[in-house]
Nanobody, 124 residues
Framework: QVQLVESGGGLVQAGGSLRLSCAAS????????MGWFRQAPGKEREFVAT????????LYADSVKGRFTISRDNAKNTVYLQMNSLKPEDTAVYYC?????????????????WGQGTQVTVSS
């Protein structure tokens, strides 16, 4: 079992940057594939990015490719989401998630553990 706590959300102007962090409890963080999802008001929760066990393999949603970067530090039990060139349409609650399939996937049903979310608001 793993518990996830996100931080780093806030209000930023369009074109700005934010860095989200997700701290995981437990000693087996390196055995979880990690992902970031987001949910805007009235919309389904959608995939943003995922990173493999060692950090070498990453996948991104087309809407964030080239602007967002996911990374992880297994020594610190933390996964990050660096968000640059933010747009108003990036406004959402961002969730960190973990899964044990060992293969990065965009499918939210594959993720077993979720954080409580952190709000990101981008003003125009």
């Amino acid at each position: 079992q793993v518990q996830l706590v996100e931080s780093g959300g806030g209000l930023v102007q369009a074109g700005g940057s934010l860095r989200l962090s997700c701290a995981a409890s437990g000693r087996t963080f390196s055995s979880y594939v990690m992902g970031w999802f987001r949910q805007a008001p009235g919309k389904e929760r959608e995939f943003v990015a995922t990173i493999g066990l060692s950090g070498r393999r990453t996948l991104y949603a087309d809407s964030v490719k080239g602007r967002f970067t996911i990374s992880r530090d297994n020594a610190k039990n933390t996964v990050y989401l660096q968000m640059n060139s933010l747009k108003p349409e990036d406004t959402a609650v961002y969730y960190c998630a973990a899964q044990t399939l060992a293969i990065p996937t965009m499918l939210k049903g594959a993720y077993d553990y979720w954080g409580q979310g952190t709000q990101v608001t981008v003003s125009s």
